[in-house]
């Protein structure tokens, strides 16, 4: 599906990233795995190599400009052209200092930003002369549900991944006509290592509770399945999108959860 292709993904070496790299390997693309931590990243891309694949790590920090950029030039001199860039890299560190609006510190804000939306214009300004060239390229933002809902938590997150999906319609609409698709994915809870530690029994109740299909969560191969198909030739009339992979979460009304267990308290 992607024989002959290049594949950039940020934040690969982790999570939804790292299997979407995968993925991109094992469909035929040469992968370039963009992340802070260069370990972990080396690490995905012995095990893309080990399985006939072909990958390089780049160790990046998607919060500075200018390794962004210069991430892209690596990728155009190791492999000469690019295809497919995966904003997925964010600062999920910062969740924790991320409440509602009258606890946000505007320095955790701007850092929100940097990391999970200024990260992917910067990413996506770096690749479009590239793709403009070719007159075809496919960016895929990985945004989220919480981007699509009022919260009274995550403010800066949630308002970081609202831009995301703002910026895959400016980007959509400002260069389809030359061949470029930029779409997102917006996720519900995908089952990552991390995200399933901060999990108590609880918390995984309230999302089996507003789950419309029999998992409480998604593998973060169930993500990235979505993000190859929107790179790919398949999802050749898709542009401008985000589409969720949130088991239905956003699609019921808002009361579904406390009804159904109002109706069977009151049994
Ligand atoms: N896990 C979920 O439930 C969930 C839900 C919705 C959206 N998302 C989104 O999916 C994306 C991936 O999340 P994940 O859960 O797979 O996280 P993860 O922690 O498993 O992976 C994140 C990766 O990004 C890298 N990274 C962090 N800061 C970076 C930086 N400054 N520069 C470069 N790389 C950096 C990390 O090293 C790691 O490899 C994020 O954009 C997140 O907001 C996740």
Redesign the pocket.
Known sequence: MFDEQVAIV?????????AGAERFAGLGARVVV????IE?GEEVVRHIVSNGGDAKAVR????EPDQISAMVDETLAAFGRIDVLVN?????SLLAQDDHLLNTDPDIWEKTFR??QL?AMVATKCVLPTMLAQRSGAIVN?????GMSGDDTRFAYSMS?AALNQLTMMVATGYGKQGIRCNAVA????L????EDGLPPPVRQVFDDNSLVPAF?AE?SEVATVITFLASEDASFINGEVIRVDGGLLSHVSLLAGMRSALREGR
């Open positions: 940020t934040g690969g070496a982790s999570g939804i990233g790292r963009a992340d802070i931590n972990a990046t920090d998607v919060r997925n890299a964010a600062d999920l990391a999970n990260s990985i945004s989220s549900v919480d991944k996720p519900g809870l995908v990552t290592p991390a995200a969560g973060p």
